[in-house]
Structure formats: C-alpha cells, structure tokens
C-alpha cells in the first residue's frame, strides 16, 4: 500500500464490493495455508468498528480474510497468511482484477498486535501490549482411521526481531553496491526519491527512506531494517513483474526504450511513429516519435501533436527550441506527448491513456522517461510506408519563427506570479514574455534602482518563491546566482558560484552588494541566494560605458533591504526567510530552480 497509513485508503461501496468481488472470485487462484506467514494487506483504518464493517465485507468474498491491530494504533485488513511466492501473485492477480485497492502490499506481519477478525476472535486488540503477534492457522483435524500416529507437528520458528538502529546501520553497510541501488529505484518507484541512482546513501536517500517509514507507520529513523528493505524491493518487483517491463530496442526509428509489455505489444509503423497498441485492455496505447528534419519540422510537429483527438486541447503545454511537452486531459483521456530536436533528430513519445488509470501511468512514465534513449544516426525512414502529399507537408513542413530581441532573468516574488527582474530586461520592449510563452506587463519600472516587476497576463502558480533574508550578512559567505546564463539556448536556469566581497558599491553605495563572481549577460535580474536558499538580493546588469572597465569576477547585486524597502512603497510585500543552516547542493539547486523565470523582449 504506497501510502499505506498516511492516509485512509480509498474505499471500494460494500455492494458494489460484494457484486464486483463475486463475478470474478472463481477466475482466482484459491490461496493455500503455507508454513510460511505472508499477508496481503488491503486497507488500514483509524477506528475498530470502521475496520470491522470493511473486513465483514471482505470476508464475504475471501474466506482468508483476517483483521490486526496495527502499531501505528490503526487497524490493518489483510488476506492470507500465503507461501511468499503465493503472496505476490495473489497480490498482481487481485490488483490486476481491481478487487483490491491499488496500494496494497505484502507483509510479514511484524507490525501486528491483537486480532480482531474473524469475528469473536479471541484476542483484545485493544488490550493486548504492543508485541508482535503473528497468526497461525488452524491445523487439520485428525482422521481417527489412521493407525499409525501422526508426527509431531513442527513448531512454527518465532518472527526473527526487527532490528535495532545500531544493526540497520550495520546491515545497511553490508549492502552491495547494486543491492543500493535497487533500494533506491525502489523508492523512486513509489515517488519517494528523485535523485540519481547512484548507490550512494546520501541526505536525499536518507530523507526519501524516512518518508516511506512514515508512510508505513514506521518511526521514520532514515535507515530502513532488513526487514523493511525486503518489504520495499519485493512490492516494488512485484509491480514491475505485473506490468511486464522489458527493454524494447527499435533499430528503424534509432530508439533504446523501456516498455511495459503486458499493457502494450507492437502494432504498426507509421511514419514518423511507431504504434504499441493496447494489450489485455489496458486502455493504453505508446507511440515512439522518430524522424529526421530542423527546428521548423520540430515545431511543426508540435503544432500537429495538438490536432490529434487523443491529446485534448485542455492541458499543460510547454516548448523551448529543444525540447516539448503536452499534456491533454479530458473527461475520458489524459495523455502525455514528449520529443527533443538534437543533431538533426526529432524524437520522443506519446502516451494516450485515460484518467481511471492515472497511478498506474504515473508510474509507467517515470520508467519511460528514465529509459528512453536516442541512439545511433538514424531516424524512421519516411519513405517505410506511403503517406499522401497533404500528410507529409503537414509532419515534415517547416515554420517561420520569431526570436525575442534578448532574454534575461527574474524570479518569482508572490503566489500570485509577480516576477522581480532588471529594469533594463523590460525596457523599450513591444512584448515580453515568461518561459517563452506567458505573456507579461510591467506593473513597476524604476530606473534608478534598476529594479522592475512583471504580473503574468493568466494566473500562474509557480513552483517556487522567494524567501528575502534582511539581516545583515556575513562577508565572504558564499552565495549562488541562478539565471539564463546563456539567454533562451538552456531550458533551465543554472547556479553560478561565488561570494560576497563587500555589503556597499565600491564608493559605499548602500543598498548594494558587491560579489565575487563572473556572470553572463543573461544572469542579470537573478536572485543571488545564500547557502539556505534565502535570497539576498537581485543581481543587477554589468556597468555600461564609463571610463573605467572592472576586472572579471566582479559583480553587484540589489540588496535584499533595499528591494523590499522600494517594493513596499509600491504596495508589494516580500516574504522573509527563516531558514536555517546549509542545505545539500540539490535542495538548494532545486529552490533555485523552482523560483527563477525566463525574462524576454520582444520587438
């Protein structure tokens, strides 16, 4: 169960329950009683009498049923006890079935405590003390026509106890370096980590393994036990093995990709697609997207993607020179387009699915996007099979595209989208833009402190805002700048390094800082932040004309004071920073990231 006890699993109508459960219980797998204890555990609930409704409505159907007092205090429905192999594919057949929630999982009962079904169990789950408590099924009655005696019955080995911190560490230490890995694909998988999978048990595996324990309802100690480890990687396995992944290679179209094969299996060529069409009704179809031609055939592309009924005209949209997205949702589709033009390639994918299958897509795309590769020099040829005059101009046609006079950048100041930037970014400017596309009007110029703020023409919600730290700062501090260093050419901003010189201009200007650093044109009007992620002040453009030309690593910043003491006058308030101490270098970068915005004019 992904969110497990974080929060109360979606419920299934209890007649609804009975009708769907019944029409397919035969098709089943019938579980058998194994030596060995494995639970499917299908719901958690916060209360006593909430759970026995559920396990009434459940045991109606799976004799199996059985109901645990759980540690965390809830009250876990689970079916079994199963062999572990047994376990795992009655969790795939049953999810596969939709007869049980989507987040369940398997588990070796070490989180349970007293007993509450089957009805009049005889267990307290409510007096019992917080130990484990693993059910045993009931042995066969004997046969009186036997003669011979019957053999002992071997005793059932005590649970093996959970570890301590000190043996999780150790344990975790003798980890190989594929076995790291594995945990942290496994973590990704269930949206919990999104770093590389590196091997390397950093701050962000740590942080990542702590959510999941207390998703679990496990103290979240950041170091996961052996037994928590073997939890994670075998329901993460187990949903890889439902959904059939496998490295599909397409020499033709020049793509190396990772496929879920028991949902799609290959149809047709169609230049410049390549169609998997949907496999034991999953409702999905993948296209892979190949083809050779420049940045007008690019965009063209994108403009065609956008007629197809399968990606409605409702969605998110994005595209840079490089690289594109579209997402079209509707009341019946939610489907994902992707492609990038480099070296005289377009290629990319579509996936075209529908809203009931969201989670399972989610996942689906993230192994998708992590796999896809374009590989060697080659494209689907055009010519594999005919398309018509009208059908080839509207794929391959080429667009006239305008280019902005020049682009610097900004970042976000409010909720709302309101961007801070250079009043130099806006001037004498017939259009300005945000990431390319939203356009935007100056609501504040003002030249003598160089500072200017732009309002989005549609709400926005950016992904990050800006957190002003006004105390006074430390000289030689080290700070980082976050801009389009080189202009529109990047889809994102990047982090140039330095410190911070001298708290005045170099005549003691106030409200100024003075930087050790080497930007580019394009940095200008980014927010220059400290080891926290708090923003100090805005990087302002080089000095233009002059007599005196300053030396390379020399740079001046808007302090953080004198923006908000100016925005203020014009009715803007800042937020301001509490954070404390350093964060790690991919915290801070994706702060960074998620706050600065990509400023042009246009003529």
């Given at each position: 169960?992904?969110?497990?006890?974080?929060?109360?699993?979606?419920?299934?109508?209890?007649?609804?329950?009975?009708?769907l459960l019944?029409?397919?219980?035969?098709?089943?797998?019938?579980?058998?009683?194994?030596?060995?204890?494995?639970?499917?555990?299908?719901?958690?609930?916060?209360?006593?009498?909430?759970?026995?409704?559920?396990?009434?409505?459940?045991?109606?159907?799976?004799?199996?049923?059985?109901?645990?007092?759980?540690?965390?205090?809830?009250?876990g429905?689970?079916?079994?006890?199963?062999?572990?192999d047994?376990?795992?594919?009655?969790?795939?057949?049953?999810?596969?079935?939709?007869?049980?929630?989507?987040?369940?999982?398997?588990?070796?009962g070490?989180?349970?405590?007293g007993?509450?079904?089957?009805?009049?169990?005889?267990?307290?789950?409510?007096a019992?003390?917080?130990?484990?408590?693993?059910?045993?099924?009931?042995?066969?009655?004997?046969?009186?026509?036997?003669?011979?005696?019957e053999?002992?019955?071997?005793?059932?080995?005590?649970?093996?106890?959970?570890?301590?911190?000190?043996?999780?560490?150790?344990?975790?230490?003798?980890?190989?370096?594929?076995?790291?890995?594995?945990?942290?694909?496994?973590?990704?998988?269930?949206?919990?980590y999104?770093?590389?999978?590196?091997?390397?048990?950093?701050?962000?595996?740590?942080?990542s393994?702590?959510?999941?324990?207390?998703?679990?309802?496990l103290?979240?100690?950041?170091?996961?036990?052996?037994?928590?480890?073997?939890?994670?990687?075998?329901?993460?396995?187990?949903?890889?093995?439902?959904?059939?992944?496998?490295?599909?290679?397409?020499?033709e179209?020049g793509?190396?990709?990772?496929?879920?094969?028991?949902?799609?299996?290959?149809d047709?060529?169609?230049?410049?697609?390549?169609?998997?069409?949907a496999?034991?009704g999953?409702?999905?179809?993948?296209?892979?997207?190949?083809?050779?031609?420049?940045?007008?055939?690019?965009?063209?592309?994108?403009d065609?993607?956008?007629?197809?009924?399968?990606l409605?005209?409702?969605?998110?949209?994005?595209?840079?020179d490089?690289?594109?997205?579209?997402?079209?949702?509707?009341?019946?589709?939610?489907?994902?387009?992707?492609?990038?033009f480099?070296?005289?390639?377009?290629?990319?994918?579509?996936?075209?699915?529908?809203?009931?299958?969201?989670?399972?897509?989610?996942?689906?795309?993230?192994?998708?996007?992590?796999?896809?590769?374009?590989?060697?020099?080659?494209?689907?040829?055009?010519g594999?099979?005919?398309?018509?005059?009208?059908?080839?101009?509207?794929?391959?046609?080429?667009?006239?595209?305008?280019?902005?006079?020049?682009?610097?950048s900004?970042?976000?100041i409010?909720?709302?989208?309101?961007?801070?930037?250079?009043?130099?970014?806006?001037?004498?400017?017939?259009?300005?833009?945000?990431?390319?596309?939203?356009?935007?009007?100056?609501t504040?110029?003002?030249?003598?402190?160089?500072?200017?703020?732009?309002?989005?023409?549609?709400?926005?919600?950016?992904?990050?805002?800006?957190?002003?730290?006004?105390?006074?700062?430390?000289?030689?501090?080290?700070?980082?700048?976050?801009?389009?260093?080189?202009?529109?050419?990047?889809?994102?901003?990047?982090?140039?390094?330095?410190?911070?010189?001298e708290?005045?201009g170099?005549?003691?200007?106030?409200?100024?800082?003075?930087?050790?650093?080497?930007?580019?044109?394009?940095?200008?009007?980014?927010?220059?932040?400290d080891?926290?992620?708090?923003v100090?002040?805005?990087?302002l453009?080089?000095?233009?004309?002059?007599?005196?030309?300053?030396p390379?690593?020399v740079?001046?910043?808007a302090?953080?004071?004198?923006?908000?003491?100016?925005?203020?006058?014009?009715?803007?308030?800042?937020?301001?920073?509490?954070?404390?101490?350093?964060?790690p270098?991919e915290?801070?970068?994706?702060?960074?990231?998620?706050?600065?915005?990509?400023?042009?004019?246009?003529?």
């Amino acid at each position: 169960m992904i969110p497990a006890l974080r929060a109360r699993a979606p419920q299934i109508p209890l007649a609804a329950l009975f009708a769907l459960l019944a029409l397919t219980l035969l098709a089943l797998p019938r579980p058998a009683i194994a030596q060995q204890q494995i639970w499917v555990q299908i719901e958690a609930l916060p209360t006593l009498d909430e759970a026995e409704d559920r396990a009434r409505a459940y045991a109606g159907v799976f004799p199996e049923t059985q109901g645990f007092r759980l540690r965390s205090g809830w009250y876990g429905i689970v079916l079994g006890p199963y062999g572990r192999d047994e376990a795992l594919a009655q969790l795939a057949g049953l999810k596969r079935e939709r007869l049980i929630p989507a987040d369940s999982y398997v588990t070796d009962g070490a989180e349970f405590r007293g007993q509450f079904w089957p009805a009049g169990a005889d267990t307290d789950p409510e007096a019992l003390p917080d130990e484990p408590m693993i059910a045993v099924p009931s042995p066969e009655p004997t046969v009186p026509e036997v003669t011979e005696p019957e053999p002992e019955p071997v005793a059932e080995p005590a649970p093996e106890p959970e570890e301590s911190l000190q043996e999780a560490r150790a344990s975790e230490a003798a980890l190989s370096e594929d076995d790291r890995k594995l945990l942290q694909t496994a973590l990704g998988w269930y949206g919990y980590y999104a770093g590389a999978i590196d091997g390397a048990i950093g701050p962000g595996t740590r942080k990542s393994m702590a959510a999941w324990q207390e998703a679990m309802g496990l103290e979240p100690t950041g170091t996961l036990t052996s037994r928590q480890r073997a939890t994670l990687v075998a329901n993460y396995q187990a949903e890889i093995d439902e959904y059939g992944f496998a490295n599909v290679s397409e020499p033709e179209a020049g793509i190396d990709v990772t496929l879920p094969l028991n949902l799609v299996e290959f149809d047709r060529y169609e230049p410049p697609f390549v169609h998997f069409k949907a496999k034991n009704g999953s409702d999905l179809q993948i296209v892979l997207i190949s083809q050779p031609g420049d940045q007008g055939s690019f965009f063209g592309l994108y403009d065609l993607l956008q007629t197809l009924e399968d990606l409605p005209e409702t969605g998110e949209r994005s595209r840079g020179d490089k690289e594109f997205s579209i997402h079209g949702t509707s009341a019946n589709r939610d489907s994902l387009a992707w492609a990038r033009f480099e070296g005289g390639f377009i290629k990319g994918w579509m996936v075209l699915s529908t809203p009931a299958h969201a989670e399972r897509d989610a996942r689906m795309i993230q192994v998708l996007k992590q796999s896809f590769r374009a590989v060697g020099d080659t494209a689907l040829d055009p010519g594999l099979v005919p398309l018509d005059d009208a059908a080839r101009r509207g794929l391959l046609a080429g667009l006239d595209v305008r280019q902005p006079k020049f682009s610097r950048s900004g970042f976000y100041i409010s909720a709302e989208g309101a961007v801070l930037t250079t009043a130099e970014a806006v001037a004498q400017c017939g259009r300005i833009t945000l990431d390319r596309e939203i356009e935007a009007k100056v609501t504040l110029a003002d030249a003598a402190s160089g500072l200017a703020v732009l309002m989005p023409e549609r709400a926005l919600a950016p992904a990050g805002v800006a957190q002003f730290q006004i105390a006074p700062d430390r000289i030689g501090a080290e700070v980082a700048v976050a801009g389009y260093s080189y202009e529109d050419r990047l889809p994102a901003p990047v982090l140039t390094w330095g410190t911070l010189e001298e708290l005045t201009g170099l005549n003691g200007e106030p409200g100024m800082k003075r930087l050790g650093l080497t930007p580019l044109p394009g940095d200008a009007g980014g927010p220059v932040i400290d080891a926290s992620g708090a923003v100090l002040g805005m990087l302002l453009p080089a000095p233009k004309g002059g007599a005196q030309q300053l030396p390379q690593g020399v740079a001046f910043a808007a302090a953080a004071a004198a923006i908000a003491e100016r925005l203020q006058a014009g009715g803007i308030a800042l937020q301001t920073s509490d954070r404390q101490g350093a964060l790690p270098p991919e915290d801070l970068s994706h702060i960074a990231t998620d706050m600065t915005v990509l400023v042009s004019c246009w003529e």
